[in-house]
C-alpha cells in the first residue's frame, strides 16, 4: 500500500520560511517523479515544484515560487523535501505532496501552510 505523509506546515508570519517533508512508502521511490502541488481556497490545484527520478534530479518550478522554494529528495529516506523561503500570504495553501511513474499517481493528504501577520 502507497502512502505519501507530509509534514512541516504551520502558521508563519510574512517573510519566513518553512520546510515541508513527504515520507513515502509502499512504492520504490527513487523510480517516481516527485512533485508538490498547493491548493488554496477557492483555486485550482497548481503545481509548485517538481524533481525528477534520475541521480542528477533536475527540478522545475512554478513562476509563483522561483527563487524562494527549493525542492530536494533523498532517496535513501525515501523523503522529497520543499524549502519555502520568503513566504508571503499568496502562498497560503493546502500543499499536497505527489508521486508520479508513467501511470502511476499518489497523492498525500495535504499540509496546510498559512502565511499571516
Known amino acids: 500500500q502507497v502512502q505519501l505523509v507530509e509534514s512541516g506546515g504551520g502558521l508563519v508570519q510574512p517573510g519566513g520560511s518553512l520546510r515541508l517533508s513527504c515520507a513515502a512508502s509502499?512504492?520504490?521511490?527513487?523510480?517516481?517523479?516527485m512533485r508538490w502541488y498547493r491548493q488554496a481556497a477557492g483555486k485550482e490545484r497548481e503545481l509548485v515544484a517538481s524533481i525528477t527520478s534520475s541521480t542528477g534530479s533536475r527540478t522545475n518550478y512554478g513562476d509563483s515560487v522561483k527563487g524562494r522554494f527549493t525542492i530536494s529528495r533523498d532517496n535513501a529516506k525515501n523523503t522529497v523535501y520543499l524549502q519555502m523561503n520568503s513566504l508571503q500570504p499568496e502562498d497560503t495553501a493546502v500543499y499536497y505532496c505527489n508521486a508520479h511513474f508513467y501511470t502511476y499517481d499518489y497523492w498525500g493528504q495535504g499540509t496546510q501552510v498559512t502565511v499571516s501577520s
Open positions: 509502499g512504492l520504490t521511490f527513487s523510480s517516481y517523479v
